[in-house]
């Protein structure tokens, strides 16, 4: 995950200058608590305790859900049915 948010963020920053101090914020929290994983094994219960992980040091709820939008939207096409999953469960709850 490391490597794939490295590469995310070097595009993002090329696209959108202006939102790079934030992206690197939230890229730097998705590397730090999930970038020994591989992208495969990131799964909803993976996001789920990245939330409550984040939660625990005090973030701000909108700070993680922007950063798990992070996290989703560098995971690609995995990210989208991930996404999907994490809506299904939430309604379900």
């Known amino acids: 995950m490391s490597d794939i948010a490295d590469?995310?963020?070097?595009?993002?920053?090329?696209?959108?200058?202006?939102?790079?101090?934030?992206a690197q914020y939230a890229v730097g929290h998705i590397?730090?608590?999930l970038g020994d994983k591989m992208?495969?094994?990131?799964?909803?219960?993976c996001v789920i305790k990245y939330q409550n992980?984040?939660?625990?040091?005090?973030?701000?709820?909108?700070?993680?859900?922007?950063?798990v939008g992070f996290l989703l939207r560098l995971m690609g096409d995995l990210g989208d049915l991930l996404r999907l999953r994490l809506k299904k469960r939430a309604r379900s709850s």
């Open 7 to 22: 590469d995310f963020y070097d595009e993002y920053k090329l696209r959108l200058p202006q939102s790079a101090v934030f």
């Open 31 to 33: 590397k730090r608590l």
């Open 39 to 45: 992208l495969v094994d990131v799964n909803e219960a």
């Open 53 to 67: 992980d984040r939660l625990g040091e005090k973030a701000f709820p909108k700070s993680i859900n922007e950063e």
